[in-house]
């Protein structure tokens, strides 16, 4: 992930909904990585981080 020319950062409202276009990747790569955790370790794969 590369970050532009500036100050990294995430606008979200008080309701949650997202405001910049930089909030839904991030809850998705969270999502991805918490799923894929929950995957290897019902497959009783070591995770190697």
Do not use: C, H, Q
Request: charged share 20%; hydrophobic share 45%.
């Amino acid at each position: 992930m590369t970050i532009d020319n500036g100050i990294p950062t995430v606008f979200v409202s008080w309701t949650g909904e997202a405001l910049d276009k930089k909030t839904p990747l991030l809850r998705a790569n969270a999502a991805y990585r918490f799923l894929r955790r929950l995957f290897l370790t019902y497959k009783s794969i070591e995770i190697l981080l």
